[in-house]
């Protein structure tokens, strides 16, 4: 960790990473020129602001708001400097992106619990069944999705992420040579959060009864931001008590998952990911000693 104590996170963006932290976001991507071009937006998280989005379980809400948030800018950001493409989208291909979306998500909230109700069986065994088959739907989706050429490079990139936060964490050195002996896994990986929903949801569904499609509809859009608070609130006890037996038990199925969504990168992938690091750290805690690591890149304004 840094002197100041700023905890860093980030993912795998098109073409680069996104690192973030409690003061804004850095991006750093290499376009079809070979070049790599750096940005940096100030942004204080919501969990961090004050007010009701700093409480215990409401921050769990906020967290997942925020990832939401920056992780669609970084893509929408990456694919433009990656294509070296202005985005010139009309109003109304946006409304029918957002509808279609709406309706997809939709589909996806409702429809496992719509198959279940055709099983005859009682409700706790349910609502077991809707999680189980929750779970499998995200772990299928990542499967397949990762097998694709452009989801392994994405991989490839979430994997060069992790290395480089963990050797600037625990060495707080940028050196290729320190990078490639961390992991392409880290516990504080946004996949440990998605176990923890599909784990709580397998613990809460068995309580929410057999209702109507719309009724239906709107628990399960409760459940999602309930679940996100209880989830986020195990998580922040995990990163603080990161050795205790409770901590590995809900820590390790998320380690197995990045064995799936994290691939070994090349020397270039780290090259770009230490770019976003440094970027963000001298951002962040308003440092030069990564300017020579940084002189390699091209700063812009916007996406």
């Given at each position: ?12 963006v ?10 804004g ?165 946004g ?12 613990l ?5 009864p ?33 050795d ?45 000693m ?14």
């Amino acid at each position: 960790m840094s002197d100041n104590n700023i905890s860093y996170g980030g993912q795998a963006v098109i073409g680069g990473v996104l690192i973030q932290s409690p003061k804004g976001w850095s991006l750093a991507v290499r376009n079809q020129k070979n070049e790599i071009l750096k940005y940096f937006e100030e942004r204080v998280p919501l969990i961090r602001r004050e007010g009701i989005w700093s409480l215990p379980l409401i921050r769990g809400i906020g967290a997942l708001v925020d990832s939401l948030y920056v992780g669609y800018k970084g893509l929408v950001m990456s694919d433009s400097l990656y294509f070296e493409e202005e985005e010139d989208i009309s109003l109304i291909s946006k409304i029918f992106n957002y509808v279609f979306l709406i309706g997809v998500l939709s589909i996806l909230v409702i429809g496992p619990r719509l198959l279940i109700d055709l099983i005859n069986t009682n409700q706790i065994n349910k609502g077991i069944y809707e999680g189980v088959l929750r779970g499998l739907i995200v772990i299928a989706y990542i499967y397949l999705v990762g097998r694709t050429k452009d989801a392994q490079e994405l991989f490839e990139y979430h994997g060069a992420e992790h290395m480089t936060i963990a050797s600037y964490e625990d060495k707080k050195s940028l050196q290729m040579d320190d990078i490639k002996t961390y992991p392409k896994e880290h516990i504080r990986c946004g996949t440990a959060f998605i176990f923890l929903i599909v784990f709580v949801s397998l613990l809460t569904l068995p309580f929410i009864p057999t209702l109507n499609i719309a009724l239906t509809f709107i628990t399960r859009i409760l459940h999602i931001f309930v679940v996100a608070m209880i989830s986020y609130e195990i998580l922040k006890f995990n990163f603080k008590n990161s050795d205790s037996f409770f901590a590995k038990i809900f820590s390790t199925p998320g380690i197995w998952t990045q064995k799936i969504t994290t691939k070994k990168p090349s020397e270039d992938q780290i090259i770009v990911a230490r770019i976003a690091m440094a970027n963000c750290v001298k951002n962040s805690e308003n440092v030069s000693m990564f300017d020579d690591i940084l002189s390699t890149s091209k700063e812009v304004s916007n996406g």
